[in-house]
């Protein structure tokens, strides 16, 4: 299979092309020429199949003509070393918990399988110099993808995040590992991170001297298997005997997740609709009531991770729908809170349930809540653990949150990052510097 970029202005690459690169050369994100329809005998026995026969599967029906079935069935295996349980948590809504990886948050199982996708698309090109993966995060995409590549042999990676704007713990889980991973501590915002990675990527001199990728949801192989546990949650429904249509409500803030949930329903997944659940970032929302996109500079929200002023995949849910309002509107409803209103669920929730959710998670709740009609059994993901979010969950709850030993063990290592401007000339000096 072919990719394409959603600019339209660069050739079509091949998997292994499109993984290395990242972004294509005309700064599009690269998009499959097709999205393959899985039988219908496959969803009428999904609920017989566990989470890692149904990934292979999935995985199969993205990437099965461009890597050996046995080798992608390998890679997507050793990915998924660890569950995703559905948890029903009130009437007709159920928790996705998609925390129970490495670094306790969802985007393990992309950095993960990124990685291993990585390393195969380096040996298929033979090419021996090393890949440096450029990645931005807000919090827990850099904890996921630091730990994810960690001694993977060719590759190096540079996290980039906002001073003083991700939590104590998510901060350990990428600046304590070292070897082949560095930290960049920027005076900015998410939105600067990013601004970063992708004047890197736009510029000639630097491209001439590295070979540059990014483990954002920007990477074919990083967002499209998030569409694993959306297959994984329906067949788990089944088992329960559950009916109903179902509708899943995402926290969104860069639009990756989502986007993979809206693939697997092109693949047949029988999901009647999403909802994208924004914090004060609402872009996506606005877009949706006004049918223009505007994006703008970002606030700090304590639901960080969802921070964002100009959600990458937001050009690949129009690559989708053919720039279609009416159509995504269809498929996709879309709410926002601001913190007092996360802060209240969290509480209410707890109070009412004893189920803790923590901020990104209190987000998909309430995006239920508001948009679930009769008939309708909903999802929300629960992306990353509470411990995660000591400092804003326990002041809610008013008591102690145990922290995992996973956790806990991140917390005893010793911070190493640098600290940069969010000016790119200081950024570039800084892998200049590395490269002599």
Same mark, same amino acid.
């Given at each position: 299979?072919?990719?394409?970029s959603?600019?339209?202005?660069?050739?079509?690459?091949?998997?292994?092309?499109?993984?290395?690169?990242?972004?294509a050369p005309?700064?599009g994100?690269?998009?499959?020429?097709?999205?393959?329809?899985?039988p219908e005998?496959?969803?009428?026995?999904?609920?017989?199949?566990?989470?890692?026969?149904?990934?292979? &599967?999935?995985?199969?029906?993205?990437?099965?003509?461009?890597?050996?079935?046995?080798?992608?069935? &390998?890679?997507t295996?050793?990915?998924?070393?660890?569950?995703?349980?559905?948890?029903?948590v009130?009437?007709?809504?159920y928790?996705?918990?998609? =925390?129970?990886?490495?670094?306790?948050?969802?985007?393990?199982?992309g950095a993960r399988?990124?990685?291993r996708?990585?390393?195969?698309?380096?040996?298929q090109?033979?090419?021996?110099e090393h890949?440096?993966?450029?990645v931005?995060?807000?919090?827990?995409?850099?904890?996921a993808?630091?730990?994810?590549?960690?001694g993977?042999?060719?590759?190096?990676?540079?996290?980039?995040?906002?001073?003083?704007?991700v939590?104590?713990?998510?901060?350990?889980?990428f600046?304590?590992?070292?070897?082949?991973?560095?930290?960049?501590?920027?005076?900015?915002?998410?939105?600067?991170?990013?601004?970063?990675?992708?004047?890197?990527f736009?510029?000639?001199?630097?491209?001439k001297?590295?070979?540059l990728?990014?483990?954002?949801?920007i990477?074919?192989?990083?967002?499209?298997?998030?569409? =694993?546990?959306?297959?994984?949650?329906?067949?788990?429904?089944?088992?329960?005997?559950?009916?109903?249509?179902?509708v899943?409500?995402?926290?969104?803030?860069?639009?990756?997740?989502i986007?993979?949930?809206?693939?697997?329903?092109?693949?047949?997944?029988?999901?009647?609709?999403?909802?994208?659940?924004?914090?004060?970032?609402?872009?996506?929302?606005?877009?949706?009531?006004?049918?223009?996109?505007?994006?703008?500079?970002?606030?700090?929200?304590?639901?960080?991770?969802?921070?964002?002023?100009?959600?990458?995949?937001?050009?690949?849910v129009?690559?989708?729908?053919?720039?279609d309002?009416? &159509?995504?509107?269809?498929?996709?409803?879309?709410f926002?809170?601001?913190?007092?209103?996360?802060?209240?669920?969290?509480?209410?929730?707890?109070?009412?349930?004893?189920?803790?959710?923590?901020?990104?998670?209190?987000?998909?709740?309430?995006?239920?809540?508001?948009?679930? &009609?009769?008939?309708?059994?909903?999802?929300?993901?629960?992306?990353?653990?509470?411990?995660?979010f000591?400092?804003?969950?326990?002041?809610?709850?008013g008591?102690?949150?145990?922290?995992?030993?996973?956790?806990?063990?991140?917390?005893?290592?010793?911070k190493?990052?640098?600290?940069?401007?969010?000016?790119?000339?200081?950024?570039?000096?800084?892998?200049?510097?590395?490269?002599?």
């Amino acid at each position: 299979m072919k990719y394409y970029s959603t600019n339209h202005n660069s050739a079509n690459a091949t998997l292994s092309d499109a993984i290395i690169k990242g972004l294509a050369p005309d700064k599009g994100l690269y998009m499959p020429e097709k999205i393959n329809v899985l039988p219908e005998r496959f969803f009428a026995d999904i609920d017989k199949l566990s989470f890692q026969e149904i990934a292979c &599967r999935v995985a199969g029906a993205f990437f099965g003509e461009d890597i050996p079935q046995n080798e992608l069935d &390998r890679i997507t295996i050793d990915t998924l070393n660890f569950d995703a349980p559905l948890i029903k948590v009130a009437e007709n809504i159920y928790s996705l918990e998609l =925390f129970h990886g490495p670094t306790l948050a969802f985007k393990d199982f992309g950095a993960r399988f990124m990685a291993r996708m990585l390393a195969w698309s380096i040996h298929q090109s033979g090419d021996k110099e090393h890949v440096t993966v450029l990645v931005a995060t807000s919090g827990d995409t850099g904890s996921a993808v630091a730990n994810g590549f960690l001694g993977i042999d060719g590759v190096d990676v540079i996290v980039l995040y906002p001073k003083g704007k991700v939590s104590e713990i998510q901060e350990k889980q990428f600046t304590t590992l070292g070897r082949n991973i560095a930290a960049l501590e920027v005076d900015g915002t998410f939105d600067d991170c990013q601004h970063l990675v992708k004047s890197a990527f736009m510029d000639v001199e630097l491209n001439k001297k590295f070979k540059l990728t990014s483990a954002n949801s920007i990477n074919v192989a990083r967002f499209l298997p998030q569409a =694993f546990y959306y297959f994984h949650a329906y067949a788990q429904l089944r088992r329960s005997g559950v009916e109903g249509d179902v509708v899943v409500s995402v926290p969104s803030g860069n639009f990756g997740n989502i986007t993979a949930g809206l693939f697997g329903k092109r693949m047949g997944l029988p999901i009647k609709r999403f909802i994208a659940a924004n914090n004060r970032n609402d872009i996506f929302l606005q877009y949706i009531r006004t049918g223009v996109y505007a994006p703008r500079p970002s606030v700090a929200t304590m639901a960080n991770a969802m921070d964002v002023g100009d959600p990458s995949n937001f050009a690949r849910v129009l690559a989708l729908y053919d720039n279609d309002i009416a &159509r995504i509107r269809a498929d996709i409803e879309a709410f926002a809170y601001d913190d007092a209103q996360i802060a209240e669920c969290i509480a209410r929730v707890y109070k009412a349930t004893g189920y803790l959710l923590e901020p990104h998670g209190a987000c998909g709740y309430m995006g239920l809540e508001n948009g679930l &009609r009769k008939n309708e059994t909903g999802i929300f993901l629960e992306t990353a653990h509470p411990a995660k979010f000591l400092d804003r969950v326990e002041p809610i709850i008013g008591s102690k949150v145990m922290i995992p030993d996973k956790l806990q063990k991140f917390m005893e290592g010793g911070k190493q990052s640098i600290e940069i401007s969010s000016d790119f000339a200081d950024f570039k000096a800084f892998l200049n510097d590395r490269k002599r």
